[in-house]
C-alpha cells in the first residue's frame, strides 16, 4: 500500500505561484509513475502532469504547459508541482497519483493510488 499525502495549496492571487508536495509513506515511489490532477467544481477531474518512474519523462496539460513543472525527488519519497503565473481557471481541487508501471500515463484509470487532495484558489 501506499499512502500519499498533498501539501501546499491555499489561496493566492491571479500571477502568483504556489508549490505541492505530495509526499508518500508505506513504499518507494522510486518505481511508480506520478501525475498531478485537478477537479473544479462541477468539472470531471483532469489530468495536470506525469512524470515516468526516473523524471526522465514529463508531460503537461496544454492548459498548464510553460507554467507548471512537475519534479520528484526519490531520495525523499516526494513529487512536486511547480505552478507558476496561476490563474483563477486553476482554480480546483489538486490531487496527486501513483501508477505502478513506471511510466507517464495521463489515464487516471490506470493510477492505482490517490491522495486526499489539496484545494487551490485563485482569486482575480
Known amino acids: 500500500q501506499v499512502q500519499l499525502v498533498e501539501s501546499g495549496g491555499g489561496l493566492v492571487q491571479a500571477g502568483g505561484s504556489l508549490r505541492l508536495s505530495c509526499a508518500a509513506s508505506?513504499?518507494?515511489?522510486?518505481?511508480?509513475?506520478m501525475g498531478w490532477f485537478r477537479q473544479a467544481p462541477g468539472k470531471e477531474r483532469e489530468i495536470v502532469a506525469a512524470?515516468?518512474?526516473?523524471?526522465?519523462?514529463?508531460y503537461y496539460a496544454d492548459s498548464v504547459k510553460g507554467r507548471f513543472t512537475i519534479s520528484r525527488d526519490n531520495a525523499k519519497n516526494t513529487v512536486y508541482l511547480q505552478m507558476n503565473s496561476l490563474k483563477p481557471g486553476d482554480t480546483a481541487v489538486y490531487y496527486c497519483?501513483?501508477?505502478?508501471?513506471?511510466?507517464?500515463?495521463?489515464?487516471?484509470?490506470?493510477?492505482?493510488?490517490w491522495g486526499q487532495g489539496t484545494q487551490v484558489t485563485v482569486s482575480s
Open positions: 508505506g513504499r518507494t515511489l522510486s518505481t511508480y509513475g
Open positions: 512524470i515516468s518512474w526516473s523524471g526522465g519523462s514529463t
Open positions: 497519483a501513483a501508477e505502478p508501471r513506471g511510466f507517464v500515463t495521463t489515464s487516471p484509470e490506470l493510477y492505482d493510488y
